[in-house]
Every structure is written in C-alpha cells, then in structure tokens.
C-alpha cells in the first residue's frame, strides 16, 4: 500500500477557489489510480473524482463537473483538486484516495469548509 497526505484545504466563500494537493509516499505512484472522495457531517463518504495512471483519462462527479479538475504529477507522485466556484455544499472532509483495481489506501482527509 501507498501512504498518502493531504493538505490545501481551509475556509473559503462561496464562489472561491482551493486547491487539494496529495503527496503519495513510495516509488510506485504511477502505478495507482489515484481518487478524491468527500465526507459531509451525517453523510455517507461520496466520490468526487478519479484520474488513471498516466492521467490521459478522468473522471468526476456530476455534482463537481465543470467546478473541479483533477491532476496528477507521476514525478512528484502527486495528485491535486482544484476547486472552483465553490458552493457551501461542497463542505466536507476530503479524503485522497489510490488502488490498483480498487482504492485501498487513504489519506487522513483535510477539511473544506465554504461559507455563504
């Protein structure tokens, strides 16, 4: 498994932008598809994006299109979601995700809060 930290996140207005980044220990990055999910106080975990392997294809939910981007640095082993246009509904504690054929490695998660 790969251990995985976040940071970037913090308080922003609505209409504002963040940018999540996730430092990926290990020299196998490019192996992993790498994610960002978000928890919500009394919510279930819910995906927010993913990107392959050699970040040529990603993927997001429909709630964050359009607003969110994710990307990833193979030589710096690291993944980002910038955040756009910021809705307070998109406050929550984000977690970076990486699996081969399924995410099996978290990160602690890095709180987002959007104020309105």
């Known amino acids: 498994q790969v251990q995985l930290v976040e940071s970037g996140g913090g308080l922003v207005q609505a209409g504002g932008s963040l940018r999540l980044s996730c430092a990926a220990s290990?020299?196998?990055?490019?192996?992993?598809?790498m994610g960002w999910f978000r928890q919500a106080p009394g919510k279930e975990r819910e995906f927010v994006a993913a990107?392959?392997?050699?970040?040529?294809?990603?993927s997001y939910a429909d709630s964050v299109k359009g607003r969110f981007t994710i990307s990833r640095d193979n030589a710096k082993n690291t993944v980002y979601l910038q955040m756009n246009s910021l809705k307070p509904e998109d406050t929550a504690v984000y977690y970076c995700a990486a699996g081969v054929t399924m995410m099996n490695s978290w990160g602690q998660g890095t709180q987002v809060t959007v104020s309105s």
């Open positions: 990107i392959r392997r050699s970040g040529d294809s990603t």
């Open positions: 290990g020299r196998t990055f490019s192996s992993y598809v």
